[in-house]
């Protein structure tokens, strides 16, 4: 079997091996008395061409004479010579003569090669001769029970000596080093069993470990194993070659880390996150240890400070993680390397450190490299790399390698300030645009939550609203803004006045949202003309109006999520409300759905951030909210944390709004209702009632007022409307007088001139009432007012 299958024609035996050379015998007279095959070989002449003559006929220069002289020389001699070859060619040959005697008659062996065949040889012993006293690639020999049998100089320098490692196991020579490959067993015994056995060589494993004659520095060799046979082709052992690789794999080492940097430093816009990044990144391969010194101002996401020494008013970054953070005040003298570093924007080495380490633990660096973090023109804190442990210092490729990763984490920071300092802007924004407390109100309790979506997404636009109307009914709101951000935040505030002006309209659900769909598409339009996107496109919002009297709770939704309702019997169920389209994107009208909700009723109005997260779909967070909701006897403020905490844990991608109303009923003793005939002396009639009606509540200091106040509203319906008006008189935070007709005119409030009969009924209304309006229904109009009830009042 071919040994090297592979190999070009490898054989270190001499051409001037009996086994292979060309050999002849001369006697004492240099006539020839024996020819080898090998002979004819290389010069061509047969053996009855040339036995029994004189060998000088094979010569091509050297005259007779001294062949005779070397035939009878009585010691080895050597010589080169031109041989006459039998095709007429003249061959340079190396020849050895070596005197023979026997039984008396002298003779010479005569071995010859060709000269070229012997100086490729010598190449050969001179690249071995090379390869064991002065190459830089170590070689060393194992037998087949694995133990050192030798090794040439690179081996023996790195081992402190090879002889007194010759006959250990191979494990003996580097005991603490790894294998950073990890294609092949990790193991070096491993290793040279599997290359014995099967005869496969394993090449370029990577080893790391500390040499014998330099245990204090790591080195990094790249191994290889080969199987060595004998003759027969019997194992003889295998033998190792290590390169040392260090300054190559470091090299590879700092390319890695560069790549791993630009991967993972300043991707979380977060001030903290990105020094923890640099710290990760840095650690081991670079420094022992990475501390990062910043200005508050820098870590709070505000411009930092302009014209400050250096040195002054910075803090120590500690911690990996947002549970371990925390910081601790640093100050450098102006003579420090870090205040040099600082105030000249540049790289400072120090070569002897004398900062004692914080923890009294770590040991005392070594060798520090002080980095200013710099971007913008401006210089946001400091880098200091330190070494300990590991013996080297830095070197140059280190110094400009801690100079890249300090430029990319400046960056990072500098990112992760400017977004800290928008999202707190933004947070700002929303928190101000939000109700800042509920009102207080007889027609439902309420209490919300509002949690902000993860710094690293950005302030959503989620907002809710309690909205008092006329005739102690309530509108109720919440919608979603689509992205984050301040434009996010700003288009919220927008849409939640747009829906607050619209309700005190007494718009129904539908129609409200159908004009605020209008308006936003109106936007829309005349930003996309400007190239500008708007913000409010594709919002989703639900309205709902619920009135305390009748116990009627109607709603519509423009792409939002329908509320979840608990009655007092703690039945829960999702609201069979068909969404219509997001505002802005038009098609399908939008629809009212209304309900009878029993006193002390639950419902839940919710964004998309309570019920849907990455990890489970919207059903599910649905389900986990009603089956929170189910609890409705709890107070509202206990049922928010109980719905906020049941939330997936992890960061929020996205605001979560919740806004919880548990409904009330007004007693029927505080609503009076009477119909009128379209007559005008009723007039009297339903003043009469009021006067009474107030009288039996206790509130006959109001009796003059309210009494002219209905009298001129129901002259009013009276003159207008065809058919019988509706007189409602509340009794709730304030007194609510109210007229119903079946005209669809509204009432306008005008100054009557000096000479007018008439004109001067709803302006007295408005100037003796706290607040008037009117509303539409399906049958007519509502005309009401509002009186002010003086002193404490019981509701």
Wanted: aromatic residues 6%; contains cysteine; proline residues 7%.
């Amino acid at each position: 079997m071919d040994r090297f299958p592979n190999a070009a024609d490898v054989d270190f035996h001499s051409p001037l091996d009996l086994s292979r050379a060309a050999a002849a015998v001369l006697d004492a007279e240099g006539r020839v008395r024996g020819w080898g095959a090998a002979a004819q070989d290389l010069l061509g002449h047969r053996p009855e061409d040339v036995l029994g003559r004189s060998a000088n006929r094979l010569l091509a220069t050297a005259p007779a004479q001294w062949l005779r002289t070397l035939c009878k020389a009585h010691k080895p001699r050597s010589a080169v010579l031109d041989l006459r070859c039998r095709d007429g060619r003249t061959l340079r040959a190396a020849v050895t003569f070596s005197p023979l005697a026997h039984e008396g008659a002298a003779g010479t062996v005569v071995v010859a090669a060709s000269l070229e065949a012997l100086r490729g040889w010598e190449a050969q012993l001179a690249m071995l001769q090379g390869l064991a006293t002065e190459s830089s690639v170590g070689l060393t020999i194992f037998d087949t029970d694995a133990r050192v049998v030798w090794g040439n100089v690179s081996t023996d320098l790195e081992l402190g000596g090879i002889a007194q490692y010759v006959g250990r196991p191979a494990g003996d020579l580097f005991p603490e080093g790894e294998f950073l490959s990890r294609h092949h067993p990790p193991d070096e015994d491993q290793i040279i069993e599997h290359v014995l056995s099967t005869g496969e060589p394993i090449t370029d494993m990577h080893y790391r470990g500390r040499a014998p004659a330099d245990p204090v520095r790591e080195h990094v060799w790249s191994c290889s194993y080969h199987r060595l046979l004998d003759a027969r082709g019997e194992p003889l052992g295998l033998f190792e070659e290590s390169l040392d690789i260090t300054e190559r794999y470091r090299a590879q080492e700092r390319l890695s880390l560069l790549v791993r940097a630009g991967k993972r430093i300043g991707a979380s816009l977060d001030v903290r996150r990105t020094v923890a990044e640099l710290a990760d990144v840095a650690v081991p391969q670079l420094a022992d240890e990475v501390l990062v010194d910043l200005p508050p101002a820098v870590i709070d996401g505000r411009q930092p400070p302009a014209g400050s020494a250096p040195g002054h008013n910075l803090l120590r970054m500690h911690g990996r993680t947002l549970e371990e953070f925390r910081t601790s005040p640093v100050h450098y003298p102006p003579s420090s390397p870090q205040a040099l570093s600082l105030a000249t924007s540049r790289l400072v080495v120090d070569a002897s450190p004398s900062e004692v380490p914080e923890d009294g633990r770590s040991a005392a660096a070594h060798s520090c490299l002080f980095v200013p973090l710099f971007t913008r023109d401006a210089v946001l804190g400091l880098a200091t790399f330190r070494r300990s442990g590991n013996p080297d210092p830095f070197g140059p490729e280190e110094q400009t390698l801690a100079v890249e990763l300090a430029e990319r984490a400046a960056v990072g920071i500098d990112n992760a300030r400017r977004y800290t300092g928008q999202h707190a802007a933004a947070l700002v924004l929303q928190r101000s645009l939000l109700p800042q407390h509920l009102p207080e109100q007889s027609a439902v309790e309420a209490a919300y939550r509002y949690l902000p979506a993860d710094s690293r997404v950005g302030v959503g636009g989620d907002w809710f609203d309690v909205i008092p109307l006329s005739g102690a009914r309530v509108g109720l709101t919440v919608g979603d803004v689509v992205g984050h951000g301040v434009h996010a935040a700003a288009t919220m505030g927008r849409l939640r006045a747009t829906v607050r002006t619209l309700a005190l309209l007494d718009l129904d659900p539908a129609e409200l949202l159908t004009r605020l769909d209008d308006m936003v598409a109106q936007d829309a339009e005349s930003q996309a003309d400007d190239g500008v996107r708007d913000e409010a496109l594709g919002v989703t919002c639900l309205y709902a109006i619920y009135d305390p009297v009748s116990g009627r709770c109607g709603w519509a939704s423009a792409g939002h999520p329908p509320p979840i309702v608990a009655d007092a019997s703690g039945s829960v169920a999702v609201s069979a409300l068909a969404p219509g389209p997001p505002l802005g994107l038009g098609g399908l009208p939008y629809e009212n759905v209304e309900l009878n909700l029993p006193g002390g009723s639950v419902v839940g109005f919710f964004t998309d951030g309570v019920v849907e997260d990455r990890r489970t779909d919207i059903d599910s967070g649905i389900d986990r909210l009603a089956q929170t909701l189910s609890w409705q006897r709890c107070p509202l403020e206990e049922l928010c944390d109980r719905a906020l905490s049941a939330m997936p844990l992890g960061p929020q991608a996205d605001d979560a709004t919740l806004l919880l109303v548990r409904t009330r009923r007004l007693d029927a003793d505080r609503v009076v209702d009477l119909e009128l005939p379209p007559d005008p002396a009723v007039v009297a009639h339903a003043r009469a009632l009021t006067e009474d009606q107030l009288a039996t509540w206790g509130l006959s200091e109001l009796s003059f007022t309210a009494a002219l106040v209905v009298s001129e509203l129901v002259t009013n319906g009276i003159r207008y409307a065809t058919g019988p008006v509706m007189l409602r008189l509340i009794r709730d935070r304030s007194l609510l007088c109210e007229i119903s007709d079946n005209a669809h005119t509204a009432p306008h409030l005008r100054r009557a001139r000096r000479d007018d009969e008439g004109g001067r009924g709803l302006f007295l209304v408005a100037q003796m009432s706290q607040r008037w309006g009117a509303r539409y229904t399906s049958t007519g109009k509502t005309i009401w007012a509002e009186l002010p009830i003086p002193g404490p009042c019981s509701t």
